[in-house]
């Protein structure tokens, strides 16, 4: 039973799955806009608004947990920078999920996740 149990696995290895997490993270954060899976998306999610918190908390032990995640050190910048005082008003809910058509080959549903 998964009672309690939080996260998708993506049919992947945990560290397969974490650097594509990574990887969506710090894209998300260069582009403001991802066209992704609607799971990818959900997970995605969690990940960027946790990096963001941590700009708007600040400190050094909070720039390093970003850089421990985030994978450029410019985005972490960004991050600290122009995304804190974009967001300084707004407590929470800083991405949108927008609904797309389903992907051709295999039917998944896509979805397009952006920085509000």
Sequence with gaps: MR??????????????RMMLYRNQVTDLIRYEHLVTTEAKAHEVRIFTEKMITL????????????LAFVIDKNMVEKIFTDLVTRYAQRPGGYTRVTHLQNRLGDNASMVKIELV
Excluded: I
């Design 55 to 66: 700009g708007k908390v600040g400190g050094l032990h909070s720039y390093r947990q970003a």
């Design 3 to 16: 009672h309690r149990v939080s996260g998708r696995k993506l049919d992947r290895p945990t560290g397969h």
